[in-house]
């Protein structure tokens, strides 16, 4: 049974990875577009939350020391707190490339999103 565990953090480990990485060089490919587009800037900050997420990930399970498994973490959860945003950002702008311009509704929203994550942000730096 302690094989199998083994195996599948192993697999575990190597997928998180492997997304940590296509997700890197997704964004290094995505950079050298036109990022006066609103479609490719809002998929460029989805993608940055993604290797931030997945490449903390990868870095936990090499670490032993208390102090920089805290840093790694906070780092993930930064990822993880701006993500929503970044998905809802993406999500908006394709649908103002397709023919759903947003009347205020949805920029209002998109513009509450980024506050609340940047609350979100403010409270994990200051540790509270």
Known sequence: MEGLLLFLRTINDVITAGVAI?????????????????????????????????GSDA??????????LFFILRIQY?????????YFL????LLTITGKPSKGKRRISGYISIIISSVFFIL???GI
């Open 90 to 93: 993406f999500s908006d702008a």
């Open 22 to 54: 296509i997700s890197f060089s997704l964004l290094i490919y995505v950079v050298t577009f036109n990022l006066h587009d609103c479609v490719t800037r809002s998929f460029t900050f989805l993608l940055a939350c993604i290797v931030v997420v997945f």
């Open 59 to 68: 870095f936990v399970t090499t670490t032993f020391r208390q102090d920089e």
């Open 124 to 126: 994990l730096m200051a």
């Open 78 to 86: 930064m990822g993880l707190i701006f993500l929503p945003t970044a």
